[in-house]
């Protein structure tokens, strides 16, 4: 079994900044950490999940297109800890957002998900 935790949402305006934080826990996750893909979503009321980013063990990444050159996704493995630092943001940006893992392999599915942090950011 593997724990998530998001913390770093909040309140703020257009064109700010925040950092989210996810931290992993269990039994094997963080020895086995090089296994994983980290990834954050979000959704927004009345909206269906989406993808924003995603990065592996060795810190390759990949980012939905709304948020490239703006979010930038990391991850600490001594820590088993995701991050995203989104920049310049909208309101749009607006959402509640997770963090998922899953393991690094193709098709694999996201078995685990955090609880969700809210980003409100106002115009």
Known sequence: QVQLVESGGGL??????LRL???????????SISGYIMSWFRQAPGKEREFVAAI?????STYADSVKGRFTISRDNAKST???QMNSLKPED???YYCAVKLAYAGAPYD?????TQVTVSS
Do not use: E, I
């Open 12 to 17: 703020v305006q257009a064109g700010g900044s």
């Open 56 to 60: 592996n063990w060795s810190g390759g």
């Open 82 to 84: 995701v991050y995203l």
């Open 112 to 116: 685990y998900w955090g609880q969700g």
């Open 94 to 96: 607006t959402a509640v």
């Open 21 to 31: 934080s996810c931290a992993g826990s269990g039994r094997t996750f963080s020895s």
